[in-house]
């Protein structure tokens, strides 16, 4: 019982410290009153003591106080959240490839992916997505919106390329992110180099149970006719740890330009 109220006084005191009288501060009812929020700044409250319970009034913290607190945690979660986001995209335009941003036109693979996202659990060994489809048909987009849903839930993500992972000097570690998005799977030239880029990426993060989303324009038949076999090797892997969904849609980037074709046509004066 001793520890106890020595715990409380201790906490009392902390309390004290950061809730300092101000000259607006008033009495009421027996109690201290902050003079902006009007709530109180004192409490009574029973500590044991010995066998005994004794009543006293001890400090409290005013709302002006939890709510600074609050703020200042919210401020201290955006920045954290902000880093991730910076961490996560090489490409500035990704960081804002959200849900919110999707326009809806692309349905289907919309849902798919907020589904994923929703059902997210961070946690190794679940498998990841690899979306499959045309140029321009909106999986990288997707991809990103995933990685940004989960960033928003404090999740660390990586998106990155064959191409990018085999720029590096060091060898990036990707078993640190909760998920991480490969994006444009055989976009990559072939060579032996890049060959191993790509399967000790993919090893790394299989071995690890790090979930990862591909996305990539190769066709099934590309895909389910591979005979060399190093991609056979891959694709093994990347089939085992990944759940393949087939994005079908017009192509969004060939629409986006019709639509802004008058646009620059009229600003270049043409
Ligand atoms: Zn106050």
Avoid: W
Avoid at 17 to 31: F, Q, S
Avoid at 43 to 48: F, G, H, M, N, R
Avoid at 150 to 163: E, K, N, P, V
Wanted: charged share 30%; proline share 3%.
């Amino acid at each position: 019982m001793e520890g106890l109220s020595s715990i409380l006084i201790e906490m009392m005191r902390k309390i004290e410290a950061d809730t300092p009288r101000n000259e607006t501060d008033y009495e009421k009812n027996g109690l201290l009153y902050c003079g902006v929020c009007h709530t109180p700044k004192q409490a009574i409250i029973d500590i044991p003591s010995g066998k005994k319970l004794i009543s006293g009034k001890f400090p409290v913290r005013c709302a002006c106080i939890i709510n600074a607190r609050k703020e200042s945690e919210r401020r201290i979660r955006a920045q954290q959240i902000e880093t991730l986001r910076a961490e996560c995209f090489d490409d500035v335009k990704m960081r804002g490839f959200t849900f919110d941003a999707d326009d809806g036109k692309n349905a289907d693979i919309g849902k798919v992916c907020r589904n994923y996202a929703d059902h997210f659990k961070k946690e190794t060994g679940k498998k990841g997505l690899l979306l499959r489809g045309d140029v321009g048909t909106g999986k990288t987009f997707f991809a990103c919106c995933i990685a940004n849903a989960l960033i928003d839930r404090g999740i660390a993500c990586r998106c990155t390329s064959f191409i990018d992972q085999a720029k590096l000097e060091k060898k990036e570690d990707l078993t640190r992110f909760g998920l991480v998005v490969l994006d444009d799977f055989g976009a990559e030239r072939s060579s032996s180099f890049m060959e191993e880029v790509v399967y000790s990426t993919i090893d790394t993060l299989y071995r690890r149970q790090i979930p990862f989303i591909i996305t990539t324009n190769m066709t099934d038949r590309e895909l389910s006719n591979a005979s060399d076999p190093s991609t056979r090797r891959v694709l093994s892997r990347i089939y085992e740890a990944c759940v393949p969904y087939e994005v079908s849609g017009k192509d969004r980037r060939r629409e986006t330009l019709k639509q802004d074709t008058p646009y620059y046509k009229n600003i270049l004066g043409q």
